[in-house]
């Protein structure tokens, strides 16, 4: 009888994983043993963002993000049910091998979601921090992306970085690459007014304006899309 249930519940398993598959990791697994039914969406919405190579930010799905917390919630539920019940006829494993499969069901949907949530996560912060370096602070239309618990790590983030650079004396976010020109000629993209740069003194930055600016100057509002980079 025990071969029979593990028997059944690796079907169960594999009839599972390939429905899931079949439908974008979504589709509805319907009520199993006497639980709740499983509404599957929220993986392909989800799992969107994994499967971009890009490095863009999209909004942060909280809508999406909400449900599939939902349904964790009511597949541990419907384990608890299907436990407790069980649990009060006093029959043996072997004996009821389809509660044993929901209860196997149930528990790979809940740690499926897991999964899902924390490779989400962490996709969104690892490209929060990849655009920290690049860009250095976040402009306001990439902070509104975010969701709260994303925007206090990048608060604690940014105090962390600036008492470390603070300690080493260095600004880690610029100059990977030594510089093959001190000077750069750089057109002004986004109005910036009168600034004031090494070795040059004053100049007016305005939209359409062709400059050559000192290479450290230059090289953070070129990042920020402030300036665009002309070849000299």
């Known amino acids: ?6 028997r ?4 169960l398993l594999k009839e599972l994983k390939t429905h899931l598959e079949a439908n974008d990791l979504g589709g509805s697994l319907g009520s199993v043993g006497g639980g709740s039914g499983y509404s599957g969406g929220d993986g392909g919405v989800l799992g969107g963002l994994l499967r971009d190579p890009g490095q863009a930010l999209p909004q942060f799905k909280e809508e999406e993000v909400r449900r599939c ?5 009511e597949h541990y539920e419907s384990l608890v049910s ?8 006093g029959v043996a494993w072997e004996g009821r091998p389809e509660v044993a499969s929901s209860v196997l069901i149930h528990h790979q949907a809940l740690l499926r979601n897991k999964r899902l949530l924390m490779a989400y996560q962490n996709m969104r912060l690892e490209r929060v921090k990849a655009f920290r370096w690049k860009c250095g602070r976040l402009p306001r239309s990439t902070q509104e992306k975010l969701s709260s618990p994303e925007k206090d790590f990048v608060k604690r983030y940014e105090k962390m970085l600036a008492k470390y650079q603070k300690q080493a004396g260095v600004d ?4 990977f690459y030594p510089p093959s020109e001190n000077m750069l000629k750089v057109r002004v993209v986004e109005d910036l007014g009168t600034m004031e740069f ?4 004053e100049a007016d930055l305005q939209v359409g304006t062709v400059h050559l600016l000192p290479h450290e100057d230059a090289e953070r509002l070129i990042i920020e899309g402030k300036l665009e980079h002309l070849a000299n």
């Open 1 to 6: 009888m025990a071969t029979d249930f593990a």
């Open 8 to 11: 059944t519940a690796t079907n």
């Open 69 to 73: 917390l939902q349904e964790v919630a």
């Open 82 to 89: 299907i436990l407790d019940a069980f649990r009060d006829q």
């Open 172 to 175: 880690l976010t610029v100059g």
């Open 198 to 201: 090494d070795y040059i003194g």
